[in-house]
Nanobody, 127 residues
Framework: QVQLVESGGGLVQSGGSLRLSCAASGRTISGDAMGWFRQAPGKEREFVAA????????YYTHSVKGRFTISRDNVKNTVYLGMNSLKAEDTAVYYC????????????????????WGQGTQVTVSS
């Protein structure tokens, strides 16, 4: 079992930046693909970004390309989501998730592929 805890969310003005962290405990995630998803009020959870076990491949949903960066530090057992040029439509609860399929590549963009989820961190962008 792995526990995932997100942090770094908050209230930011449009155009601002945040960096989310997802700290894993219980076991190493060094062989897992990791993903970030988000859910806005009244909407379904959607894919944001994903990264392979070694950081060699990353995927982003179209709306965040060029603004968000997913990265990982396997020594710290942590995954990050850097978010720049934030927009009001980025407001959501952000979740990190782990796909324990050993060294899968490319990483999945489907939430059903991820077995472990954090509780989420709220990101609110004021316009």
């Amino acid at each position: 079992q792995v526990q995932l805890v997100e942090s770094g969310g908050g209230l930011v003005q449009s155009g601002g930046s945040l960096r989310l962290s997802c700290a894993a405990s219980g076991r190493t995630i060094s062989g897992d693909a990791m993903g970030w998803f988000r859910q806005a009020p009244g909407k379904e959870r959607e894919f944001v970004a994903a990264i392979t076990w070694n950081g060699g491949t990353t995927y982003y949903t179209h709306s965040v390309k060029g603004r968000f960066t997913i990265s990982r530090d396997n020594v710290k057992n942590t995954v990050y989501l850097g978010m720049n040029s934030l927009k009001a439509e980025d407001t959501a609860v952000y979740y990190c998730a782990a796909d324990r399929t050993w060294r899968i590549s490319p990483p999945s963009t489907l939430s059903s592929a991820y077995e472990y989820w954090g509780q989420g961190t709220q990101v609110t962008v004021s316009s």
